[in-house]
């Protein structure tokens, strides 16, 4: 598969999914949304699969695989599903730009992919300090807006984490093999959570309730997660974060056009901060590098 198709797709599939993630659990909790979601996800891996003849390796590096995956999709879905219902979907996108600076760090020690330079090292104060700006104005989004923040400095964190343990680990499976054998980590713990939750099932579901949660676990667990594991096979961690520096606009407009969300200044101004900080994160250096030789060029002139 084409890595810019493949990019291209996880874009638009990442954008529409925090809006979709607030609509499927409209009516019937998130934990019932995040559950159904991902178990079509498993069902509906298992028989593309199946149909494409896919086999899913079970050596050692393959399950270690799976376990990462999985752990880090239990963990990161179920702080968003939980953040998600306290503040506005586009802002669950920009929060989760910080991702590819929690990546950048881990990647530094344990992938050797890339130095910690001073103008990086910049860019995650900045990132840091556009985090500060958000939890300042966080009453202005609700009293429950501070629990919203944390819940995704927990789901990004463990993004942060399998996407750099799966990168490690190396196994050069199929990114579907991955993507079914995650989800199969996935949706037992999902289940019993569920059960020690003691949420009953919902009597009926809304049609656009249902609709978000069927997309979700075809499009964005299969086909998402799929496409994300082909990138990411293909890609330094790092370059694949930068996906978290593309979606939050769309997913601020899509917010606002079909969900009526609206942020404050103050808010905006902490989002452009992060945002800010990632460009210096990922594009700082190769800035430094052209400016460097002309003023160097400059000063022996004169």
Known sequence: MS?????????????????????????????????????????TGLLVAV??????????????????????????????????????????????GLAPLITGVLAHFL???????????????????????????????????????????????????SAVAIKRIDAAIPPLATTVGGLAVTVPLLFLVYL???????????????????????????LGFALYYHVLQHMEATRVALLTLITPGLALGLGHLLNGETLGARTWIGSATILTGLLLFEFGDRLQERLLPAREYTGQGS
């Open 3 to 43: 890595i810019p198709f493949a990019y291209l797709g996880v874009i638009l599939i990442w954008a529409t999914t925090p809006l979709a993630i607030r609509w499927s659990g409209d009516g019937v909790g998130f934990l019932f949304g995040i559950t159904s979601r991902m178990l079509i996800g498993l069902v």
């Open 51 to 96: 149909l494409l003849g896919i086999r899913l390796p079970r050596d050692r590096t393959a399950l270690l695989t799976y376990l990462a995956a999985g752990l880090g999709l239990f963990s990161a879905m179920l702080s968003v599903y939980y953040a998600v219902r306290f503040i506005p979907t586009g802002l669950v996108s920009v929060l989760f």
């Open 111 to 161: 992938l050797a992919e890339q130095l910690l330079t001073p103008v990086r090292i910049l860019g995650i104060l900045t990132g840091i300090t556009g985090l500060a700006v958000m939890l300042w104005t966080a009453g202005s989004l609700g009293p429950g807006a501070p629990t919203g923040i944390a819940g995704m400095l927990v789901s990004v964190t463990a993004y942060s984490i």
């Open 196 to 222: 020690a939750s003691g949420t009953a099932l919902p009597p009926d579901i809304a049609p656009r309730t249902a609709i978000a949660i069927v997309y979700l676990g075809v499009i964005g667990s299969v």
